[in-house]
């Protein structure tokens, strides 16, 4: 079983309006995942440095950051990063540049677990359907040019529909909603979600609704075990 997760930590501004990063970084030690999609990890001005520092991640989690950051200063791409457990190997990562009115961006992974290989796309959507779905569309073409594998697409989808935007993915991927994440203090909102492609099976999911998360951040961590076909 692999256990994924994707956590919105709004540049570590607690619900307390206080920035603590060492808050988000007890909640991503409890969360115990393998692989996490991180959004809002950096500052949103000047060269958009780091809010969430990588060496405090490295000090209290078995995680480490992959290296989407073009600069020194910060520690993701479009406010993103995927975090990784130490013993997984990475083989491949990409950014991929999304459609819309504002800049967005999503990421992509491909790790070796011991179950076998699993794609991870992480994503934080535009706050209009119709840019949503234009920014699907453009991770739809960029799997499509590579190698078939198990395939999850996970993080802020900023989508209050019950439906959301990913059926323009097609039928080979489902749409998960583990349930409310924002606002943390009393969710009503589903804005974090998870589709999980063929090859793939969804054991468990679930929000991560911890008294430490509901200050942390504005949104709640969502968390899924997911199973390799045939493993």
């Given at each position: 079983m692999i256990r994924v997760a994707s956590y919105n930590v709004h540049k570590c501004l607690g619900m307390d309006r206080r920035r603590q990063p060492e808050r988000i970084v007890s909640v991503l030690a409890s969360l115990d995942a393998d692989i996490v999609a991180l959004q809002?990890?950096?500052?949103?001005?000047?060269g958009r440095p780091a809010a969430l520092p990588a060496a405090m991640i490295a000090e209290r989690t078995d995680l480490s950051p992959l290296p989407y950051a073009l600069g020194p200063l910060s520690l993701g791409w479009h406010g993103q990063t995927i975090l990784v457990r130490?013993?997984?190997?990475?083989?491949?990562i990409r950014r991929l540049e999304l459609p819309g009115l504002e800049p967005r961006g999503?990421?992509?992974a491909e790790v070796e677990?011991?179950?076998?290989?699993?794609?991870?796309?992480?994503?934080?959507?535009?706050?209009?359907?119709?840019?949503?779905?234009?920014?699907?569309?453009?991770i739809r073409a960029a799997l499509s040019r590579r190698t078939p594998m198990p395939t999850a697409i996970l993080g802020d989808f900023n989508d209050w529909s019950k439906r959301g935007s990913g059926e323009i993915l097609g039928t080979g991927y489902r749409m998960h909603v583990p349930g409310?994440?924002?606002?943390?203090?009393?969710?009503?909102?589903?804005?974090?979600?998870?589709?999980?492609?063929?090859?793939?099976?969804?054991?468990?999911?679930?929000?991560?609704?911890?008294?430490?998360?509901?200050?942390?951040?504005?949104?709640?961590?969502?968390?899924a075990n997911l199973r390799l076909e045939g493993a």
């Open positions: 809002e990890v950096d500052h949103r001005l000047g130490r013993s997984l190997n990475v083989s491949a999503a990421i992509l677990t011991p179950q076998g290989p699993i794609r991870i796309v992480g994503a934080h959507l535009g706050l209009i359907r119709r840019y949503r779905l234009m920014q699907f569309a453009a409310p994440s924002f606002p943390a203090p009393r969710p009503v909102g589903a804005l974090d979600r998870i589709l999980v492609g063929d090859g793939l099976h969804l054991m468990d999911a679930g929000v991560h609704a911890t008294a430490p998360a509901r200050i942390a951040s504005d949104h709640l961590p969502i968390w």
